[in-house]
């Protein structure tokens, strides 16, 4: 396998690829390829085969040499333990198709191709992903399935999705847990702009089904920081309106307001035992990847009122 480019893991690079299954071809073989150079692979490979040491577990399974090297207790795993499955919900409402920088890529297809990219890599383990695209309604559906046929299949899909319409992300997710009865995982690609009571209600449903359940809130940068400067015509995306806006008169209260959604988003996930991460899509996909892949932290709530003129 050749070497992974500089800029392999690169969002606005990766957007000159004008094929989805390209773009993830390059990165799945570039992270794997940096996996298997590091000294340092964490568990995301060598850990799948097991699980971390519980009080109450079978001594006779600690794997002593991965202790050796680690200094924690991790158990093997047989293969009716590891196979899982995972079922990918990408959000394709017209506010994801929002992009700051006409030359890299939108929420949509920052979310699109992460979901090609996490598909593939739960295959290459021998477990099952499915796949679900929605806006105001379901779009696209794949159950999930580990045979070699569906990683293209799930690239396909992705391929053909086009990011159109209102958001109704609560009832999706009540959709989702319809079709989606097998206990699992749920990987949730959304940028969240609906109601969050709705959102917790689907979620609730999800919980309720036993899934484990992880949002990736997938934002632009300039959401984050509004850049802006000059009197700006803002277009509505998922309402038909726009407006010639100064900026400078409401770039307070536009941080204020969202950082208080951030941090009830945060909150709803965390009170329903949730895993949240925030996902810039200008963040390289190797770094999103080891942070996932390695149960590494969240990233935490950005302060965007200690942005530059983000305070008064």
């Given at each position: 396998m050749t070497a992974p480019s500089?800029?392999?893991?690169?969002?606005?690079?990766?957007?000159?690829?004008?094929?989805?299954?390209?773009?993830?071809?390059?990165?799945?073989?570039?992270?794997?390829?940096?996996?298997?150079?590091?000294?340092?692979?964490?568990?995301?490979?060598e850990f799948a085969e097991h699980r971390e040491y519980a009080p109450g577990d079978d001594l006779r399974y600690v794997d002593w040499k991965v202790f050796g090297r680690s200094d924690r207790y991790y158990l093997k795993q047989f293969e009716e333990e590891?196979?899982?499955?995972?079922?990918?919900?990408?959000?394709?409402?017209e506010s994801m198709l929002y992009g700051s920088d006409p030359e890299a890529m939108t929420k949509f297809e920052y979310a699109r191709l992460l979901a090609a990219v996490l598909a593939s890599l739960?295959?290459?383990?021998?477990?099952?992903?499915?796949?679900?695209?929605?806006?105001?309604?379901?779009?696209h559906y794949a159950r999930a399935a580990g045979n070699p046929q569906q990683q293209t299949r799930i690239w396909e899909l992705l391929e053909q999705a086009q990011a159109s319409g209102p958001t109704a992300l609560g009832?999706?997710?009540?959709?989702?847990?319809?079709?989606?009865?097998?206990?699992?995982?749920?990987l949730l690609c959304s940028d969240l702009f609906d109601d969050l009571d709705?959102?917790?209600?689907?979620?609730?449903?999800?919980?309720?089904?036993?899934?484990?359940?992880?949002?990736?809130?997938?934002?632009?940068?300039?959401?984050?920081?509004?850049?802006?400067?000059?009197?700006?015509?803002?277009?509505?995306?998922?309402?038909?309106?726009?407006?010639?806006?100064?900026?400078?008169?409401?770039?307070?209260?536009?941080?204020?307001?969202?950082?208080?959604?951030?941090?009830?988003?945060?909150?709803?996930?965390?009170d329903l035992g949730v895993?949240?991460?925030?996902?810039?899509?200008?963040?390289?996909?190797?770094?999103?990847l080891r942070r996932f892949l390695s149960d590494r932290p969240p990233q935490p709530i950005p302060d965007l009122l200690a942005t530059p003129g983000g305070r008064a």
């Open positions: 500089p800029n392999s893991f690169n969002p606005r690079e990766l957007a000159q690829l004008t094929h989805l299954r390209l773009q993830a071809r390059v990165i799945v073989e570039g992270y794997l390829t940096g996996l298997h150079r590091s000294p340092h692979q964490g568990y995301s490979v590891t196979n899982f499955a995972c079922m990918l919900a990408v959000d394709a409402s739960v295959i290459r383990q021998q477990d099952a992903a499915g796949l679900v695209i929605f806006s105001e309604q379901l779009q009832p999706m997710l009540h959709e989702v847990s319809d079709r989606f009865r097998k206990r699992g995982m749920i709705e959102i917790r209600l689907g979620l609730q449903r999800l919980k309720h089904r036993r899934h484990d359940i992880r949002v990736l809130q997938i934002l632009d940068p300039a959401e984050l920081e509004f850049p802006f400067e000059e009197p700006t015509l803002f277009h509505g995306l998922e309402i038909s309106q726009d407006q010639m806006i100064d900026p400078r008169g409401i770039r307070q209260a536009y941080l204020e307001e969202f950082q208080s959604f951030l941090i009830e988003s945060r909150r709803l996930c965390r895993e949240h991460d925030i996902i810039r899509t200008d963040e390289p996909f190797d770094r999103v």
